[in-house]
């Protein structure tokens, strides 16, 4: 059995403002501060001598291909992706940027947000569009039933309410 597995498939394009400013904020980060930083430490290891026993030079390498790696993913994820900064027409059922209640089995509430997979936040319950879940929900409205695959088997949730607006305010997510 080999280790060869079948490319993955892209996430959705989608992105909430928010989510895309703090991509493009990520990119200036890395470009203007983090990787000037970790090229003169690397000079400055490069002139120590020799480099095959060097730890300083072989660590600032590895690093400073992991900034390359990321800048290039967030420079090719920023010409594709789709901004969505308006509220759905109908707000009555499950679209991309929702607050979503839902109540499991137990009568345990759980608050999703549905985003894009760049500003998935598992602990802030920010869940990527293309996750099961969030494609569970997608289109249903309030009081619809709706199973769900997860890893350690189906549950199944009803959907409480749904909120376009951030939890506390009159502002538009």
């Known amino acids: 059995m080999g280790r060869w597995r079948p490319p993955a498939k892209p996430s959705s394009p989608y992105i909430t403002a928010e989510g895309a400013q703090a991509l493009e904020q990520e990119l200036k ?3 203007r501060v983090e990787r ?3 090229v003169r430490a ?3 290891a490069a002139a120590e001598g020799d480099r095959s026993e060097n730890a300083e030079y072989i660590y600032r390498k590895k690093q400073l291909g992991g900034i390359d790696r990321r800048i290039r993913y967030l420079t090719r994820r920023l010409d594709v992706i789709k901004v969505v900064d308006r509220l759905p027409d ?3 059922s499950v679209r991309f940027g929702a607050w979503v209640t839902v109540a499991d ?3 345990t509430e759980s608050v999703y947000r549905i985003v894009g997979a760049d500003e998935t936040r598992a602990d802030d319950g920010w869940i990527s569009i ?3 879940m969030a494609r569970g929900l997608l289109g249903r409205g309030v009081g619809d039933t709706v199973m769900i695959e997860r890893p350690d ?3 199944e949730i009803e959907i409480a309410a749904i909120d376009y607006l951030k939890p506390g305010t009159d502002e538009p997510t």
Do not use: K
């Open 130 to 132: 293309d996750s099961p």
């Open 153 to 155: 088997g189906s549950v």
């Open 36 to 38: 000037p930083e970790v």
């Open 42 to 44: 690397l000079s400055a």
């Open 105 to 107: 089995e137990t009568g």
């Open 90 to 92: 109908n707000r009555d």
């Open 29 to 31: 980060q890395l470009w």
